[in-house]
T-cell receptor, first 113, second 113 residues
Framework: QKEVEQNSGPLSVPEGAIASLNCTYSDRGSQSFFWYRQYSGKSPELIMFIYSNGDKEDGRFTAQLNKASQYVSLLIRDSQPSDSATYLCAVKKPGAGSYQLTFGKGTKLSVIP | KAGVTQTPRYLIKTRGQQVTLSCSPISGHRSVSWYQQTPGQGLQFLFEYFSETQRNKGNFPGRFSGRQFSNSRSEMNVSTLELGDSALYLC????????????FGSGTRLTVV
């Protein structure tokens, strides 16, 4: 079982719709979860982080965490063509002083005008 | 505030050569991590440094090494280059706490021919 799994996509949504991106992780002790956006040819850019079960909202983005089911998701409301990118889920390995992130392979999102 | 600076941006090397990549973290960030990104494997953790000490190392051969200087700048070295080392090498820095995620540099695109 891969440590962090994402559907590779591509996920296509029409402009204005809600895009839903999902991620599952295998290490039940994981505590910190991150979503990065990566445009083609660019480096990853942090969008959101979440530590507690439930939802966390920031503008058009909502991160959801369910530790019991070991999944984390990212919702993008009112999707725009500029949201077209690969979205990477990252999990911080448990352990004091360890800042290592394990990344999923990413989901490619395409927002159709 | 300057971001994470990686040099050089592009490199072309021949098999068997060695290469050194440089990373200057955001001012005040003491944690520096290195990742390798390839289309097939995604983002893979190489190593992490904090206060000149390597705290974690990923599953890469000993040809991959790194170090961190007292000003938090970091270098990674790859010796005896192989074709499979062609990748985007990303450096990320974080504050001491590290809980707010990492900021990535623009990366160094290494091509081994």
């Amino acid at each position: 079982q891969k440590e962090v799994e994402q559907n590779s996509g591509p996920l296509s949504v029409p402009e204005g719709a809600i895009a839903s991106l999902n991620c599952t992780y295998s290490d039940r002790g994981s505590q910190s979860f991150f979503w990065y956006r990566q445009y083609s040819g660019k480096s990853p850019e942090l969008i959101m982080f979440i530590y507690s079960n439930g939802d966390k909202e920031d503008g058009r983005f909502t991160a959801q965490l369910n530790k019991a089911s070991q999944y984390v998701s990212l919702l993008i409301r009112d999707s725009q063509p500029s949201d077209s990118a690969t979205y990477l889920c990252a999990v911080k390995k448990p352990g004091a002083g360890s800042y290592q992130l394990t990344f999923g392979k990413g989901t490619k999102l395409s927002v159709i005008p | 505030k300057a971001g994470v600076t990686q040099t050089p941006r592009y490199l072309i090397k021949t098999r068997g050569q060695q290469v050194t990549l440089s990373c200057s973290p955001i001012s005040g960030h003491r944690s520096v991590s290195w990742y390798q990104q390839t289309p097939g494997q995604g983002l893979q953790f190489l190593f992490e440094y904090f206060s000149e000490t390597q705290r974690n190392k990923g599953n890469f051969p000993g040809r991959f090494s790194g170090r961190q200087f007292s000003n938090s700048r970091s270098e990674m070295n790859v010796s005896t280059l192989e074709l499979g080392d062609s990748a985007l090498y990303l450096c990320a820095s974080s504050s001491f706490i590290g809980v707010y995620g990492y900021t990535f540099g623009s990366g160094t695109r290494l091509t081994v021919v």
